[in-house]
């Protein structure tokens, strides 16, 4: 152990050491208590932990000097490469899902006249569990992405934007536990994840409308009031969509351009075009 001079330091003062721990007592009977595990990795990036200056608290005086602790670093790079594996990881179950496809008729898959839930209904679609499982696991990471995104906000729509990101990361992800099978669930699942899917874009695109330095390129205003747009016209077509058999399945399909499903599509896509123009805008961010 290295001697440390200590005799400066009068009765009940407390002396922290980096790296070491921190000594109590007086000059004449320290007493040495050591922190608990390795020294801070590499990995990551450490900070710098300052105590408040010296003061005296019930007769105990404080010294302190810098603690080094870790602090896991996600860099620009790591977050867009999250949006990117979530966005393309939706869309690949979602076409693994759709070929094969056949519905109670015998007809083929079609986004003009099908609603998305239904590639994930296992009473009728071949690869269901391909298509819930990867919405399971997309909607996670969708939902991890809003909410480390929401550390690079700051001033009064951080708070918005982590509420409402976060509600439609588990909405998302529900879509999937709870399959079209289970359509009561289900149902309550996919109206809140449309429902803030549109508010996320929106609030965002506000803070970025409004930030003096976002360190986002104001282009993303484009993706963004398409989100806006899109999923706004979806809420009012659905508003008024009442099909004959609520708790069955659909009845008299049109064959051609349903409006309802085709504007659920656009909102989806519009969404994760909006993901991957940010993912995109943070891989030309400078790494932390």
């Not at 200590?6 to 407390?14: A, C, N, Q, V, Y």
């Not at 986002?216 to 508003?239: C, D």
Request: proline fraction near 7%; charge should be neutral; hydrophobic fraction near 50%.
């Amino acid at each position: 152990m290295v001697d440390r001079a200590i005799d400066d330091k009068s009765p009940d003062t407390l002396v922290v050491v980096s790296g070491e721990g921190f000594w109590t007592g007086s000059s004449t009977l320290p007493h040495l208590h050591h922190f608990s595990g390795a020294e801070p990795s590499t990995w990551g990036r450490p900070i710098d932990v300052f105590a408040p200056p010296a003061v005296d608290r019930e007769g105990l005086r404080v010294a302190t000097t810098p603690i080094r602790t870790l602090s896991l670093s996600v860099t620009p790079r790591r977050l867009a490469l999250l949006g990117l594996v979530s966005t393309s990881l939706i869309l690949l179950v979602i076409a693994v899902a759709a070929f094969p496809y056949r519905g109670r008729l015998g007809e083929a898959y079609s986004p003009l006249n099908h609603f998305i839930s239904e590639l994930g209904e296992i009473s009728v679609s071949r690869l269901a569990w391909a298509f819930n499982l990867g919405i399971v696991v997309g909607g996670m990471g969708l939902g991890t992405f809003l909410l480390l995104l929401a550390s690079r906000l700051n001033g009064p729509f951080k708070t918005p934007f982590v509420a409402v990101g976060l509600v439609a990361g588990v909405s998302g992800t529900l879509v999937g536990v709870f399959p079209m099978d289970y359509l009561s669930t289900h149902r309550i699942a996919s109206d809140v994840f449309f429902l803030t899917g549109g508010l996320v874009a929106g609030i965002f695109s506000l803070w970025l409308l409004t930030a003096r330095r976002p360190g986002f390129t104001r282009w993303l205003l484009v993706p963004g009031a398409e989100v806006v747009v899109v999923f706004g016209t979806f809420i009012a077509a659905y508003s008024t969509y009442h099909p004959a058999n609520p708790d069955g399945p659909i009845l008299n399909r049109p064959t051609g351009l349903w409006g309802v499903p085709f504007l659920e599509w656009a909102s989806l896509l519009s969404l994760l075009l909006w993901v991957a123009c940010v993912s995109i805008d943070l891989l030309r961010q400078r790494t932390d």
